[in-house]
Nanobody
Framework: QVQLVESGGGLVQPGGSLRLSCAAS????????MGWYRQAPGKQRELVAT???????NYADSVKGRFTISRDNAKKTVSLQMNGLKPEDTAVYYCYAARLQDNYWGQGTQVTVSS
């Protein structure tokens, strides 16, 4: 059974930082591309950042220079370091694993940026 379990969400003031983590089980983690998506109220789910099995990263323009995605294949985790948070970053953040036709989602963790 595949599980992706996110942690690290919460309430933070504008300009603050949070680090999200996703622990994977039930997959051969090292061969999967991993990513973070987010969905704000009333909006579609959107890509935030991805990292391939080979370590190549990709970011949405809105988070470039502020967010950093990383993976630890030994621990089967993927993390998202979020700095310089803005109110528009408020959303539920989802961990995502993909390989060919297989893809899996976590349950999501809420990030709220507000003063």
């Amino acid at each position: 059974q595949v599980q992706l379990v996110e942690s690290g969400g919460g309430l933070v003031q504008p300009g603050g930082s949070l680090r999200l983590s996703c622990a994977a089980s039930g997959i051969i983690f090292s061969i999967y591309a991993m990513g973070w998506y987010r969905q704000a109220p009333g909006k579609q789910r959107e890509l935030v950042a991805t990292v391939t099995s080979g370590g190549m990263t990709n970011y949405a323009d809105s988070v470039k220079g502020r967010f950093t995605i990383s993976r630890d294949n030994a621990k089967k985790t993927v993390s998202l370091q979020m700095n310089g948070l803005k109110p528009e970053d408020t959303a539920v953040y989802y961990c995502y694993a993909a390989r060919l036709q297989d893809n899996y989602w976590g349950q999501g963790t809420q990030v709220t940026v507000s003063s």
